[in-house]
């Protein structure tokens, strides 16, 4: 399982069930992708473009105590409870192996269709 954060004052909780609410990343709302290696293994640090933060930011106000899922195609980045708006636009994952991470950068990077960019479609309240 999982367990992740943002990076903002945001509390963490993995969880087996599934979200109602999603937020798809993309090469075209991040603006990098950073893998640091920590003591326990490496996280990946994405920084949002200046128009996918304020989108990010509406997201978690709207969405405060619900849980969320952060996700790159079918690859789940995190899961969280959000408690707080999230306006830096930066988020990190949870600890994971270099090889790992580098397949998370991947699917961060990829290209997809605008449907699966941003607060996805299907998930929107």
Do not use: W
Not at 8 to 17: D, I, K, Q, S
Not at 32 to 39: A, G, P, S
Request: glycine letters at 6%; charged letters at 25%.
């Amino acid at each position: 399982m999982l367990l992740a954060v943002l990076v903002a004052p945001l509390h963490v909780l993995a969880t087996e069930r599934s979200p109602s609410l999603a937020y798809g990343l993309c090469s075209e709302n991040v603006e990098k992708v950073v893998l640091v290696e920590e003591t326990q293994g490496t996280t990946v640090r994405v920084q949002l473009t200046r128009k996918a933060t304020a989108e990010f930011e509406a997201f978690t106000e709207q969405n405060i105590g619900e849980r969320i899922e952060v996700v790159a195609g079918r690859e789940l980045i995190f899961r969280a409870i959000t408690h707080v708006v999230v306006s830096s636009g930066l988020l990190r994952s949870g600890v994971r192996s270099r090889t790992e991470a580098e397949g998370m950068k991947q699917a961060i990077l990829h290209r997809r269709e605008a449907d699966e960019c941003g607060v996805l479609q299907s998930q929107r309240r």
